[in-house]
């Protein structure tokens, strides 16, 4: 009997174990190798280097801008995405005729690609017809050359990617809100409690888990963004959104620098254990504050 | 009385601006897909008479007709894929006991925390040696398992009565009859809710299939999107914009018609 489990167990199990191990644990193991290696142009290894291509990767300036626009982007855009997507939820947790709509309306980015996503903000960022030069114009405000300056262009990006961000995000954000039991909220209308103290008493105690949980979702998504620097900006202008992956990408398939390339994989992947292992503990506390 | 009709107006009213707001980016390109080119280049936001030729040119001067049934293909058969490899495997680590469970269930476990685009140049080799670059197998051989999908379904398989379970081994069901004929139909929202979620993630793929293919032949609609923005924004906002909306209908409908499936779905069996 035993035994007929074992055998019937391996047998549903192969065919995920089969792919996962040839296309995410041998690349992976892979990658770590070829840090080690001088590679040609085909990516083939020639020579073993140890750590060099890590070191030369820490002393080289344009990773270094690399890994510090990285981070600019990736907090601003999980702060943006959480605030924006906290007050939407609220916003549309009220119990209202119609609500059903506005809750698709706000969800709805959940659905659009990076793709489809960069080139409708592309046009709203075209210096000549675009909307935002538009209203700047109309505000007697000086025109901003919003992709190709480097502040201004990392600014362009995460917007783009908050708003594509903000569907997800509120939708889940909107299941923690209406989770809130509303006898907590008539207890504080009786009392005669204001909304922010009704907001910092009762819904954010009562959600925080989840505000927490989303953050980090939104940040291990944001360190994988790709699609939106490459349509947007390509990297530039000088390396100011050249972002982690986009820079992998092309160390990897532009520049043909496969020790490199892998280098900067190995600290991606470095980056999102750490905040995986992060989120499991943030979601485990979240279940458990459901449960009890 | 009169103060909460006031409220409730002023309530409305913020959700429509929000709405509004959160809206223009798409509004402006349904705009600009249904505006001639001289209107778009005098400046004009909104058309100043309405085109359809934009959407017929889609059609009749780029691949995209082409890209959208690569684009279905890859993400039907990857779907499929994740959808039944995820069952399998859900239904070993539900019902079965066997050895190695739990080192089984920490492999599955690992795979999340391994981003696939630090994986990009080991796979691009790997498809290269093996010939595959420019076929649909390169776009969806890395993705017919899913960690993600085996959870989720795993979730909803372990909400299944006991009884089911028993009554079924008292019936005589073999493990196949029990899978199709009471696990299945008993969790169809979980498994409904992840092929939509499924297909809606590869619909939207963007960076493998870049890397993994570079000609028309199986080029799919994000990367033609990709390609149209390359060769003439300047000129051709209209068309870039209808050809955009058209990438985005099929997605836009499961977010519709799909929205309680995944509001449920999402936040209980969410990564659990």
Known sequence: MQKKQNLLALVLLLPSIVVLGMFVFYPMIKTFWLITQLTDLMGNPIKFVGFKNFINLFHSDSFMTSITVT????????????????????LASKKMRGMGLFRTIFSATMG???????????????????LFSKVLAALHLPDV?????????????????????????????????QAIPTDLYQVADLNGASKWLRLRKITLPATEP??????????INAFQTFGQVDILTAGGPDYHTNLLVYSIYQDAFVNHTIGRASAESVVLTVIIMIFTFIQFYLNKRKAAKYAG | MQ???????????????????????LLLGISLSLSSSSSISQGNLFPQKLVFSNYVRVFTDTHMAQFLLHSLIVSGVVMIGQLVLSILAAYAFVFLDFKFKKTAFVIFLSTMMLPFESQIIPNFNLMRDLNLLNTYSAMALPFLASAFGTFMIKTSFEQLPPELKQLSQIEGLSHFQFITKVVMPYC??????????????????????????????VRTAQIGLRQMRAQDTASNWGLIMAATIIVVIPTMLIIFFGQKYFKNGLTSGVIK
């Open chain 1, 71 to 90: 981070m600019i982007f990736v907090i601003a855009t999980s702060i943006f995405t959480v605030l924006c997507a906290y007050f939407l939820a609220i």
């Open chain 1, 112 to 130: 659009i690609s990076v793709t489809v996503a960069s080139i409708l903000w592309l046009f709203m960022f075209n210096p000549q017809i675009g």
């Open chain 1, 145 to 177: 050359n919003w992709l190709s300056d480097p502040v201004w262009a990392l600014v362009a990006i995460i917007g783009t990617t908050v708003w594509m961000n903000i569907g997800f995000a509120f939708l889940i954000l909107l299941g923690a809100v």
């Open chain 1, 210 to 219: 989840t505000l927490f949980f989303v953050m980090v979702v939104t940040l």
């Open chain 2, 3 to 25: 103060v909460n009709r006031t409220k409730q107006i002023g309530n409305y009213l913020l959700l429509s601006v929000i709405a509004i707001i959160l809206m223009v980016p």
């Open chain 2, 188 to 217: 169809k929202i979980s498994l409904i809710t992840f092929a939509l979620y499924s297909f809606l993630t590869n619909w939207n793929m963007y960076l493998w299939p870049l890397i993994s293919t570079d000609n028309d032949k």
